[in-house]
């Protein structure tokens, strides 16, 4: 290997503040996600990928949907603007199958499993991490598909900026960021982030004028603290006010509808660091409040709210030669209520996990193992168990052969568990099973990779009706089955001044038990990325091709290309100029099918050309 497991980890050890001081070490892009420690990227045996501040600046992108779109293994399906419902589908599996961590707290719904993180602006972000496949064995439930991990932390630089966006369709953006050093042994950063547009027509079959937009407050904060060489202290906190119209779809020309979020989370932790050893304890709270009804107010909405309370115990030891281990224990409490117009509230409003887990990372010439054990005593199931192993080998330290199987797991949400009337209380989690094989190539003009993976999946909760009748209830049950394929291929390499980024996926994803496709997961899809750097101007154009997807009832949806263009101009030392065309050719297309109550097939618009600018000062 080129760079060694252990020498990252000693200089991770070394002092809180490590990521940066290892970066210039090794000078390699670092991850935490994969292991829940510091590692360089070409150590990590999970298929990874990481979108850097430089990309983000780069590609002009105003969401963090803009920026994994394009990751191969990821596929986002949005039924409106980026406030609208989002799917987020790693490697074919479901939004609620991908672990989403915002500044190291878990941000999933406790009420429906899936993550909400379109309205996080790109402007806020300084890094992406994505691990593609299961890592129940280091996280726990929600992580069968795989972790997006985002960080709006910022380095140590002494910098403000300030962000002035305006664009069609009525959008505007007002955004504010500062970092840097407090004083010599504190640092902090700070983001505010007001943004808002009209939207533009969802579905055919609604009025041509009517449009749902979305208007969004978001803070972010971070401070870290040196205590002494060995104990530091850091805080995180996140806070998001929306609202967000969507269309009824079971009255046609009704009045819009809106959903009023309130979410926020709270972290903080104590680290130690002294030799070969390092421990640190994270303490989190969240709350996640919806109320949805009538956009003009004049009626009671209902509400949907959950919290989670969280804390985490992770430990690292490097002091044998060869092997890094990493070990901890989680704790996540959940509660949720219904409440507004809702009359019932759900049957149980409370539920925990318990888990500890360990890693084991080897490095043996050229070879490099992994392994990880993970043990989670739910209230609601029980004990439950899952494992992760891999192994790696370098040939001619250009190419890596990596193969690895692990299992997973997914508990039941309170809508499954306790919905009023209609949860099953006696549901398992959901399970799943996964091997990949992969080859990466490292060469001075390019790098490559091109991994396989399958995976079957059992007590899959589906939700159907108790009998044939038109108002019997729908009761959810552990009776779906799932099998996944798929390849992967990603290639980096320049020509001149261009750089250049090429994804390709090929998928398939059956029901087992209808043995049809699953729905809106595209059986191809394939991405060219070109990029140059130049002087006083940057550009991006991002090229994006999706397959046909399967609908319902045999229909599949066309397949269709998308062409984005992003450009920067530094007009001076301060002051840089943005562009940002989404749908640069205004293509026509499907995103899903839905069915109106009077049986008629509603069809989900794609979002049409739109185009942003935006001028960012530096102070």
Do not use: C
């Not at 010439?365 to 192994?391: C, I, K, P």
């Not at 261009?498 to 595209?522: C, F, M, Q, T, Y």
């Amino acid at each position: 290997m080129n760079k060694s497991i252990l020498a990252i980890a000693v200089a991770s050890l070394t002092t809180h503040a490590s990521l940066s001081y290892a970066e210039q070490q090794v000078d390699e892009t670092m991850v935490v996600t994969a292991n829940r420690f510091e590692q360089t990227q070409q150590s990590v045996l999970a298929s990874t990928s990481v979108i850097t501040r430089d990309d983000i600046e780069v590609s002009q992108a105003t969401s963090a949907l803009d920026l994994l779109k394009t990751l191969p293994g990821v596929t986002i399906n949005s039924q409106g603007s980026k406030g609208n419902i989002t799917g987020i589908y790693i490697r074919g599996t479901s939004s609620k199958h991908a672990l989403v961590i915002v500044n190291g707290v878990r941000i999933n719904s406790p009420t429906a499993g899936e993550a909400s993180i379109g309205l996080i602006p790109a402007f806020a972000i300084e890094k992406i991490e994505v691990i593609r496949g299961p890592r129940a064995a280091v996280y726990g439930s929600d992580a069968m598909g795989g972790v997006i991990s985002i960080s709006t932390v910022s380095g140590s630089e002494n910098k403000h900026q300030l962000l002035l966006g305006y664009g069609d369709q009525g959008q505007e953006q007002l955004g504010w960021k500062s970092s840097g050093q407090l004083s010599e042994s504190t640092k902090g950063s700070f983001v505010f982030n007001q943004e808002k547009s009209d939207g533009y027509r969802i579905y055919d079959g609604a009025p041509v004028d009517e449009t749902h937009g979305f208007d969004s407050q978001t803070v972010f904060g971070s401070l870290e603290h040196q205590l002494t060489d060995v104990w530091s202290l850091s805080f995180a906190g996140y806070t998001q006010n929306s609202e967000v119209e969507y269309a009824d779809k079971y009255t046609i020309g009704a009045p819009s509808q809106q959903t009023d979020g309130d979410f926020y989370s709270l972290t903080g932790a104590i680290h130690y660091s002294l030799d070969n050893f390092s421990s640190a304890l994270q303490i989190g709270t969240t709350k996640d409040h919806n109320a949805n009804g009538d956009a003009a107010g004049t009626s009671a909405k209902s509400t949907l709210t959950g919290y989670s309370k969280s804390a985490s115990w992770i430990n690292t030891y490097t002091g044998l030669d060869h092997v890094v281990f990493n070990g901890g224990v989680d704790y996540l409490e959940e509660q949720a209520y219904r409440g507004g117009s809702n009359t019932d509230d759900y049957d149980n409003s409370k539920k925990d996990n318990k888990a500890a887990f360990v890693t084991a990372l080897g490095e043996f010439g050229d070879f490099t193992a992994e392994a990880s054990a993970r043990h989670d005593n739910d209230s609601v199931f029980g004990g439950y168990n899952t494992w992760n192993v891999a192994v790696g080998y370098f040939l001619l330290d250009q190419f890596q052969l990596v193969a690895s199987s692990g299992t997973a797991f997914k508990a039941p949400t309170f809508n499954d568990l306790y919905w009023p009337q209609s949860g099953n209380p006696d549901l398992k989690p959901e399970e799943s099973s996964s091997t990949e094989i992969g080859v990466y190539g490292y060469h001075d003009f390019f790098d490559w990779s091109l991994v396989a993976y399958r995976s079957e999946f059992e007590n899959l909760i589906e939700w159907a009706p108790t009998g044939s009748g038109q108002y019997d209830p729908w009761v959810p049950q552990n009776v779906a089955e799932a099998e996944i394929e798929g390849i992967e291929l990603g290639v980096n390499f320049a020509t001149g001044i261009v750089e250049h980024s090429v994804g390709a996926e090929w998928l398939d994803a059956i029901d087992k038990l209808s043995n049809e496709a699953l729905i809106r997961r595209p059986k191809h899809k394939f991405s060219w990325v070109p990029t140059v750097r130049f002087d006083k101007v940057d550009a991006s154009l991002t090229v994006l091709y999706t397959g046909e997807r399967y609908a319902s009832n045999s229909e599949y949806l066309a397949s269709y290309t998308t062409v984005d263009l992003g450009i920067g101009y530094r007009a001076t030392e301060q002051l840089t100029l943005g562009l940002r065309a989404n749908n640069l050719f205004d293509e026509e297309y499907q995103t899903a099918v839905s069915t109106h109550y009077t049986g008629e097939t509603l069809y989900y618009q794609g979002a049409e050309r739109s185009f942003f600018a935006t001028a960012t000062y530096q102070f």
